[in-house]
């Protein structure tokens, strides 16, 4: 008979390992996955992780795997401090909607002043609006005892309606012959420029950078990050330390909000342009991959954006070129998660052979 059995102490080795693991599992389970649709399993893979980085069209491909880490950088680094505390904060998509509304509106109310206090003033309405987003949770949280993981994840759905609503109503291009949609924004001191195009760098690259440089150092050496990583791993012991489970859940929720809001107008304002209907593209779900996958470690979660920056960009090439389906990338991001989370019960179990009946 196997069970588990808890290890006198957590296999810290093993953690770094795992994620390796994790990837190697995902590109096997996920080859046989293509092969049971008819498509080259060796192809597919290959597909995905060499053409963007070696292939032909590599030059085009590179400069976008910045562009893709970037919002999923700042979403996750926001995330992983509030799961490192124990704050289960799943609903960052709907965050980085509300963010890019609130400062696409900022930027739009302001139409055609051409300043680039501006695109300042609107990068503030996003983080301010995803962060405000994120207190719905965590008011609720505090004031009635509900799941963060609940209320976060149902707020998602509100705010794609509120998307689509804001499309189609107040953020309407005036002159868009009655299409949904609103104004261009990189057309105008609103936009979110290049600093380096031929790197995919933009502004909300360099925010990225600031974000890990700044998390890092919170969570390795200020008595902040000291409290979130006490109360994540023994809740009863912070409180006898004197740490404020209240002030942690709102501070790691407003951070959480801000970063992913502030991707949402980063993004909007940048590669993506306009608010539309379908602006949002899931990276607020990617990006709890992300978290997990660089072990809510700022550095972890700097690789674990690249990696999976690759995948979407991988995805789509062997969309058009293989003709896998959409749901299959999706399907294959996801066998990623469920391994990681998988594999880290074995940091704290082993497996242990055991006659059947055995005291």
Same mark, same amino acid.
């Given at each position: 008979?196997?069970?588990?059995?808890?290890?006198?102490?957590?296999?810290?080795?093993?953690?770094?390992?795992?994620?390796?693991?994790?990837?190697?599992?995902?590109?096997?389970?996920?080859?046989?996955?293509?092969?049971?649709?008819?498509?080259?399993?060796?192809?597919?893979?290959?597909?995905?992780?060499?053409?963007?980085?070696?292939?032909?069209?590599?030059?085009?491909?590179?400069?976008?795997?910045?562009?893709?880490?970037?919002?999923?950088?700042?979403?996750?680094?926001?995330?992983?401090? @509030?799961?490192?505390?124990?704050?289960?904060?799943?609903?960052?998509?709907?965050?980085?909607?509300?963010?890019?509304?609130?400062?696409?509106?900022?930027? %739009?109310?302001?139409?055609?002043?051409?300043?680039?206090?501006?695109?300042?003033?609107?990068?503030?309405?996003?983080?301010?609006?995803?962060?405000?987003?994120?207190?719905?949770?965590?008011?609720?949280?505090?004031?009635?005892?509900?799941?963060?993981?609940?209320?976060?994840?149902?707020?998602?759905?509100?705010?794609?309606?509120?998307?689509?609503?804001?499309?189609?109503?107040?953020?309407?291009?005036?002159?868009?012959?009655?299409?949904?949609?609103?104004?261009?924004?990189?057309?105008?001191?609103?936009?979110?420029?290049?600093?380096?195009?031929?790197?995919?760098?933009?502004?909300?690259?360099?925010?990225?950078?600031?974000?890990?440089?700044?998390?890092?150092?919170?969570?390795?050496?200020?008595?902040?990050?000291?409290?979130?990583?006490?109360?994540?791993?023994?809740?009863?012991?912070?409180?006898?330390? @004197?740490?404020?489970?209240?002030?942690?859940?709102?501070?790691?929720?407003?951070?959480?909000?801000? %970063?992913?809001?502030?991707?949402?107008?980063?993004?909007?304002?940048?590669?993506?342009?306009?608010?539309?209907?379908?602006?949002?593209?899931?990276?607020?779900?990617?990006?709890?991959?992300?978290?997990?996958?660089?072990?809510?470690?700022?550095?972890?979660?700097?690789?674990?954006?690249?990696?999976?920056?690759?995948?979407?960009? #991988? #995805?789509?090439?062997?969309?058009?070129?293989?003709?896998?389906?959409?749901?299959?990338?999706?399907?294959?991001? @996801?066998?990623?998660?469920?391994?990681?989370? @998988?594999?880290?019960?074995?940091?704290?179990?082993?497996?242990?052979?055991?006659?059947?009946?055995?005291?």
């Amino acid at each position: 008979m196997i069970r588990l059995e808890r290890r006198a102490v957590p296999a810290a080795k093993l953690s770094y390992v795992t994620p390796v693991i994790a990837v190697v599992l995902t590109m096997v389970f996920g080859g046989a996955l293509f092969a049971a649709l008819g498509k080259d399993p060796i192809a597919a893979i290959r597909t995905i992780f060499y053409e963007p980085l070696f292939g032909e069209f590599s030059f085009y491909y590179r400069p976008q795997l910045l562009v893709k880490a970037t919002p999923l950088l700042l979403i996750a680094l926001g995330l992983a401090m @509030g799961f490192r505390a124990g704050i289960w904060n799943i609903g960052a998509e709907g965050q980085y909607i509300v963010g890019a509304i609130c400062g696409a509106a900022v930027a %739009l109310a302001f139409y055609p002043l051409d300043s680039r206090i501006v695109f300042v003033l609107a990068v503030l309405a996003g983080m301010i609006g995803g962060a405000l987003w994120a207190m719905i949770p965590a008011f609720l949280k505090l004031r009635f005892g509900t799941n963060e993981i609940l209320v976060s994840l149902m707020l998602v759905y509100v705010a794609e309606n509120l998307l689509a609503a804001m499309a189609l109503g107040p953020l309407k291009n005036p002159e868009g012959l009655g299409f949904p949609g609103s104004r261009n924004l990189t057309q105008y001191e609103a936009a979110n420029s290049w600093i380096a195009q031929d790197l995919g760098l933009h502004w909300g690259g360099v925010a990225a950078a600031v974000a890990v440089v700044v998390i890092f150092v919170l969570m390795g050496w200020h008595v902040l990050g000291f409290q979130i990583r006490v109360s994540g791993e023994s809740p009863r012991a912070a409180r006898f330390a @004197g740490v404020r489970p209240q002030v942690l859940v709102v501070f790691c929720m407003a951070v959480s909000g801000m %970063l992913a809001g502030v991707a949402g107008y980063f993004e909007v304002s940048g590669p993506s342009g306009q608010i539309s209907i379908d602006f949002n593209s899931g990276y607020g779900f990617t990006a709890i991959i992300v978290a997990f996958l660089g072990r809510l470690h700022p550095i972890g979660i700097l690789l674990a954006s690249f990696l999976m920056a690759l995948t979407y960009i #991988g #995805g789509e090439i062997a969309q058009n070129q293989l003709g896998l389906p959409a749901a299959a990338i999706q399907a294959f991001q @996801g066998m990623l998660l469920f391994f990681i989370l @998988g594999l880290d019960v074995f940091t704290n179990y082993r497996l242990k052979l055991s006659q059947r009946g055995a005291a």
